[in-house]
């Protein structure tokens, strides 16, 4: 037996098919037991100072260190056919709870089956997750509602044909899913005990295209920050029977979207450009989460270093427009200090928003991600 302390993604090619495995930390310490077994441990990190207009008790700017994620990463494989992985994420009240728990079973180097609880099949956004996008974490929480809103942080027991093909150009997956918890942080009052609602199960799909660099994997990346030319096409789903109910009214729920990543790598850096489009219906049981979504976002890295790391300017803007007449939109405008990829990264962040019927907000936001 030895330990290799390297990136988790060169242990992973040791062991088995890359397209197939999670990506888990790109800076993982992987204990090796011979060829084809491994266990692989990290953790990692997020925590910002925010300053936000008319936040305080007495109406002035408040002013606020937080520590917004802490996560426990664990991976292994017992052969080239069969893997695994276990994390966990701090909750509100700083216990830690079961995010993902996931068996990967490698039918062919193309295909695979993940069984247990882990991320369904949907946007980009949701599966790269805070740690793996560029700029402020989860930057899409108001346009990728069921990432921010629903499950254990977006994730759902299930099972899900996880596959590639055209020679990795083409990605696909597809599943069936509990989804018990859809609007479980929305604060629409979504109950499970409304005798007129039946148990059915959660399909999701997802289909993206890389017409440049291929992009294999499941859970993904927001941005390759200069590592990749990128220019891929994606269409997601998910639907469920009786899967929006309140106390008093029960209604399906469905959801649909398209995004688009594309990246170029130029002589003084890449520039990036991301966009994504939302749909959501519930039968008008919560039009407060029926409506359209947009997100869209640039970013520009540098190649050249100063100091540590390369800046990366970037603006992003989102919108929900919901069913009940209220319209939330977020602009942000900030930069990256990526010192090592997303294992080391330094974020400012000033954020304008404005909603129906409300007065509008803005905040300034420094925040600092680690994962090792």
Known sequence: MKIKHRSIAIAIALATTASMTPVISQAAGTITFGEDKYVSVGFGLRSSFSTVEDAAN??????DFSLDSARLYFGGSLNKYIKGMFNTEMNGDESMKVIDATGIFQITPDVAVWAGRFLSPSSRA??????????????????????????TIGRDEGVAVVGTALDQSLAYSFGAFEADKIFFYSGVGDVTNNPNQSDELMYAGRLQYSFWDKEPGYYGTGNYLGAKDIFTIGVFARSKVDGAASATDVGDYSQWGADLLIEKKLAAGAISFEAAYYDYDTDDVFMSEQGDAYAVGAGFIFNEKVGWGQFMPMVKYQSFDADNGVETERTDLGVNYIIDGYNASVTATYRMQETTNASDTDSFVVGMQLQF
């Open 126 to 151: 949701n599966m790269a997750g805070p740690y793996y996008t560029s700029g402020d974490g989860y930057w899409q929480n108001i346009a990728a509602r069921y990432g921010w809103n629903g499950g």
């Open 58 to 63: 007495d109406g002035g700017r408040s002013n």
